[in-house]
C-alpha cells in the first residue's frame, strides 16, 4: 500500500514538473540587445545589433516627418541597462538611438545624411543593418581579401547565368537568377540615376544585353549583360533601375539568387542572409553602362558564344526554352 502511494506521488509530481517545463518553452523570455556597433566600409555602413538571442523585426521604414531617419522596431526585445552603442565615424551615419515601445517593442533609429538603400539579414555578428552609400565616381577596382579568396577557389569561368524570372507577391517582387552553380556576388548602389548593381564573378550570361521594364515596387527597369570577360574576372552583372531608396534582400542558395523588393512601409521579416553575402565588402567596381559595347568586349562575347555552341549544345536549348518560361529578354 505504501509503495503503491509512493508511486502516485511521484507520478503527480512528474506530471506537475512536465506542465511547468512545457509552460516556460512556450512563453518566450525576450531578447536583451546588449551592444549596438556602426562600421563603416567603402561601399557601405552597418549598424549591427549584439544580442543573446535573434531579433525578430517587425518593421521598417523612413519617417515621412524626417526623411532621412530609418526606424527599425524589434519585437519582444529589451536593451541592457548599460547598452553600449560604439560610434565610430561614419560617413553616412549621424546619430543613432533606442526608444522603448509597448509590450516589450523597441525601435532603433538611425539618422543618416541621406536615404540609401539598405537590407537587413542575420550574420554570425548578430542583426545586421546594411546601409549602402552611394558611389558617384569611377572608383578602382579593389576587392575586399575574403571575397578575392572566394572567387580565386573556382575554376574561371564556370558558372552560366541561363536566365531571370520574376515573381510576385503582395508585398514583395523577386527577381531570381538562375544559375549552374552558386555565384559569388558584389552588391554596390551608384546614383545619377539610382541603380543596384549586383555583379556575378566567374559568370558567363550567353545572351545579348537585356532590358526588361517592371514598374512596380520602385523598381523601373531590370538589365542584365556581360560586364567583362577575363578583364581581370568574368562578371555578369544585373542592375536594378530604382525610383527611390528602400529596402532590399539578398538570398543565395540552390544555384540561384534571389533580389528582392519590398511593399512600404516595412518588411515582415529578416531574409536570412547566405554565407557568400555575409562579408563585409569594401570593393569599388567602376561602371560602365550596359547598352555600351567596347570592341574587346565584342570580341569577348563572340568567342563566348561560339564556346558554348561548341562545347555544349543542350545547354544551349535548355537556354532558349527557359527564356520562352521567364522573361522575354
Known sequence: MMNRKKYLLVLTFLGFLSVVTG?????????TIDNISIQSGMLNTKVI???DSPLSIISSQYLQEKPATLAVDVDESLTDRELKINFHKSSLVKNVNMQKGENDCLRLLIEMKEKVPYRIYSGTSGTIIELNKYQNGQPDNMLDSSLRDKINNQPTPSIYLKDISISEQP??????ANLTKTAVPHVFVLNNPLRLVVDLYNTLYSHKPSNYPV???GV???RAAQFQVSDPDTIARMVFDLEEPGLFAINSQNEQLEVSFFQKPGLDFIPKAAPLIQEEF???VPEVELTETRSETIESEKSVQTKIEAEDLTFSKDIEQSRIICLPF
Open 23 to 31: 509552460f516556460a518553452s512556450l512563453t518566450k523570455a525576450p531578447a
Open 49 to 51: 545589433l549584439e544580442s
Open 171 to 176: 508585398d514583395q517582387i523577386i527577381f531570381t
Open 215 to 217: 514598374h512596380k515596387l
Open 220 to 222: 523601373q527597369n531590370v
Open 282 to 284: 569594401k570593393t569599388e
